[in-house]
């Protein structure tokens, strides 16, 4: 995945990216069923400059070939997600003929006409980035890139599973999916595709959180305005747990290196790369001029970043005395803007005005917040069990 503020050169290292090949981190497996199709360049911008330059026909949703190993994707949001919303109305308005009982809910959702479904909490990214995720696991690439640009905030696109899926629990609870699947057969098939869309969410969130399958670009411009940008960017990116693996700068500002845009109160985790991209005189308006910004990809590192890599730690005491305290890696540009909420067995936090749902591990959901500290790296949330809920030995 590449990203970062919009102007910072974002599709430039992208395609860049894409139409070099990569040094592979392990010997490729070559299928002689695939065998050209190497890389496939996905673009979610629907304006993107991506098929003049790399010189072929826009065709949304259908992967273009490019040359050998190069394949283009363009992604239309809007037809993504009306066209798998109207699948999904069809099963709901078959579940109302077929009811004859009310259900709220049903009801609600089923109303909802095609051109609305973008009104939705995160159902219009969730089902582009469901696409991106099933080409991912077809079989019929090595790597995929994901140009991110044109995306306005990338962070909220990127956290739009976990948008979603918190959505559909608030407004029909699992539990209560199961229980009128029981009582009411005609309501079976569409928990179980309510199910199977949480599951999908599930799915892509883990996938977009995964260091060994998953690396991160981050670009970023030179001079004062990526200086000021760069620790809000770490601190999405550490809250929403992205695998970080590169630092994306122009040559002059790798240069200074980390003396000008990366001070020294910004701590860079281990595993992460600030790379220099070079400057060209000459409009990027063919391959040959991409491949000579000298730009490659790096492999996924595996090294969890952010909330990702969260640790539980619970203290010598026994039963209710126990404190048990989670904490993650975390960039703080301003904890003023730092907030903490609870919503069942998420954890809700709000870092520089982006809310992101933590599920929390199954220990700390019989618990209570006691208090939270962030000690200038790490946030420290600690929990004491709730004796309402605690089991009693």
Same mark, same amino acid.
């Given at each position: 995945?590449?990203?970062?503020?919009?102007?910072?050169?974002?599709?430039?290292?992208?395609?860049?990216?894409?139409?070099?090949? &990569?040094?592979?981190?392990?010997?490729?497996?070559?299928?002689?069923?695939?065998?050209?199709?190497?890389?496939?360049?996905?673009?979610?911008?629907?304006?993107?400059?991506?098929? +003049?330059?790399?010189?072929?026909?826009?065709?949304?949703?259908?992967?273009?070939?490019?040359?050998?190993?190069?394949?283009?994707?363009?992604?239309?949001?809007?037809?993504?997600? $009306?066209?798998?919303?109207?699948?999904?109305? !069809?099963?709901?308005?078959?579940?109302? *003929? #077929?009811? /004859?009982?009310?259900? =709220?809910?049903?009801?609600?959702?089923?109303?909802?006409?095609?051109?609305?479904?973008?009104?939705?909490?995160?159902?219009?990214?969730?089902?582009?980035?469901? #696409?991106? *995720?099933? !080409?991912?696991?077809?079989?019929?690439?090595?790597?995929?890139?994901?140009?991110?640009?044109?995306?306005?905030?990338?962070?909220?696109?990127? +956290?739009?599973?976990?948008?979603?899926?918190?959505?559909?629990? #608030?407004?029909?609870?699992?539990?209560?999916?199961?229980?009128?699947?029981?009582?009411?057969?005609?309501?079976?098939?569409?928990?179980?595709?309510?199910?199977?869309?949480?599951?999908?969410?599930?799915?892509?969130?883990?996938?977009?959180?995964?260091?060994?399958?998953?690396?991160?670009?981050?670009?970023?411009?030179?001079?004062?305005?990526?200086?000021?940008?760069?620790?809000?960017?770490?601190?999405?990116?550490?809250?929403?747990?992205?695998?970080?693996? $590169?630092?994306?700068?122009?040559?002059?500002?790798?240069?200074?290196?980390?003396?000008?845009? @990366?001070?020294?109160?910004?701590?860079?985790? =281990?595993?992460?790369?600030?790379?220099?991209?070079?400057?060209?005189?000459?409009?990027?308006?063919? &391959?040959?001029?991409? /491949? /000579?910004?000298?730009?490659?990809?790096?492999?996924?590192?595996?090294?969890?970043?952010?909330?990702?890599?969260?640790?539980?730690?619970?203290?010598?005491?026994?039963?209710?005395?126990?404190?048990?305290?989670?904490?993650?890696?975390?960039?703080?540009?301003?904890?003023?803007?730092?907030?903490?909420?609870?919503?069942? +067995?998420?954890?809700?936090?709000? @870092?520089?005005?982006?809310?992101?749902?933590? &599920?929390? &591990?199954?220990?700390?959901?019989?618990?209570? @917040?006691?208090?939270?500290?962030?000690?200038?790296?790490?946030?420290?949330?600690?929990?004491?069990?709730?004796?309402?809920?605690?089991?009693?030995?």
């Amino acid at each position: 995945m590449v990203f970062g503020p919009g102007g910072s050169g974002v599709t430039a290292v992208a395609a860049a990216g894409a139409v070099s090949r &990569p040094r592979a981190r392990r010997p490729e497996v070559r299928s002689p069923l695939a065998a050209d199709r190497h890389t496939l360049l996905v673009t979610v911008d629907r304006c993107s400059p991506v098929p +003049d330059i790399l010189g072929v026909f826009r065709s949304p949703n259908d992967a273009v070939a490019v040359s050998s190993h190069l394949h283009l994707l363009c992604l239309e949001r809007l037809t993504s997600a $009306t066209t798998s919303w109207a699948l999904f109305a !069809e099963l709901l308005a078959d579940t109302v *003929r #077929r009811s /004859k009982i009310t259900l =709220p809910f049903v009801d609600t959702l089923a109303g909802i006409d095609q051109a609305e479904v973008t009104s939705l909490p995160g159902v219009e990214d969730a089902l582009l980035l469901r #696409r991106i *995720r099933d !080409e991912a696991v077809s079989g019929q690439w090595q790597r995929i890139v994901v140009d991110l640009s044109g995306m306005g905030d990338p962070y909220q696109l990127l +956290d739009a599973p976990s948008t979603l899926r918190h959505s559909l629990d #608030r407004l029909w609870p699992r539990h209560r999916r199961l229980a009128a699947a029981a009582d009411r057969p005609a309501v079976a098939q569409l928990t179980t595709a309510v199910d199977t869309i949480d599951r999908d969410c599930a799915d892509v969130a883990e996938l977009l959180r995964d260091a060994d399958t998953t690396a991160a670009h981050l670009v970023v411009g030179s001079g004062y305005r990526g200086a000021r940008l760069l620790p809000h960017q770490l601190a999405s990116i550490d809250l929403l747990g992205l695998p970080l693996r $590169t630092i994306y700068l122009d040559d002059a500002t790798a240069e200074s290196g980390r003396r000008e845009l @990366v001070p020294d109160e910004i701590d860079i985790a =281990p595993g992460v790369d600030i790379r220099g991209v070079a400057a060209l005189d000459t409009p990027l308006e063919r &391959p040959a001029r991409l /491949k /000579k910004l000298g730009v490659t990809l790096l492999a996924p590192s595996g090294r969890a970043h952010g909330s990702s890599a969260l640790s539980v730690v619970g203290d010598e005491a026994d039963g209710l005395d126990t404190t048990y305290e989670l904490s993650w890696p975390q960039t703080l540009p301003d904890p003023g803007r730092f907030m903490l909420g609870r919503s069942g +067995d998420d954890l809700l936090v709000t @870092v520089d005005g982006l809310r992101h749902c933590l &599920p929390l &591990p199954s220990v700390l959901r019989r618990c209570v @917040v006691d208090d939270a500290d962030w000690d200038g790296q790490q946030v420290r949330i600690r929990f004491r069990p709730d004796p309402a809920v605690w089991p009693r030995r």
